[in-house]
């Protein structure tokens, strides 16, 4: 059993900030990566940011300049600054895991979603 619990996000005019966190029940050293990634209706889930455990940090392409991710432990934080209404999606915490024997195999984990709803 995987639990994961995201908080944060919410409401936001442009220009404003926001927060997501998003924390894990596994172990640290069971961890490939964690990160964020967002939906709009109709569509799929596209990356917003990740971060492995080594450290390698991968961000989307309308984000980069405007959002940070970090990780502490089992812990991720999406910081994201200065906001725009085309922000506006669902956010999913993702959980990439290593399971089986020897961690021979990879396998996600998602959260059930933050809203943010960036408008004035």
């Known amino acids: 059993q995987v639990d994961i619990v995201e908080s944060g996000g919410g409401l936001a005019q442009p220009g404003e900030s926001l927060t997501l966190s998003c924390a894990v029940s596994?172990?640290?050293?069971?961890?490939?990566?964690m990160g964020w990634y967002r939906k709009y209706p109709g569509r799929q889930r596209e990356l917003v940011a990740t971060?492995?455990?080594?450290?390698q940090i991968t961000m989307g392409e309308s984000v980069k300049e405007r959002f940070t991710i970090s990780r502490e432990r089992t812990t991720v934080r999406l910081q994201m600054n200065n906001l725009k209404p085309e922000d506006t999606a669902a956010y999913y915490c993702?959980?990439?895991?290593?399971?089986?024997?020897?961690?021979?195999?990879?396998?996600?984990?998602w959260g059930e979603g933050r809203l943010v709803i960036v408008s004035s």
């Open positions: 971060i492995e455990s080594g450290g």
């Open positions: 596994v172990s640290f050293s069971d961890i490939y990566a």
């Open positions: 993702n959980l990439d895991r290593y399971e089986g024997a020897g961690g021979s195999r990879r396998v996600d984990y």
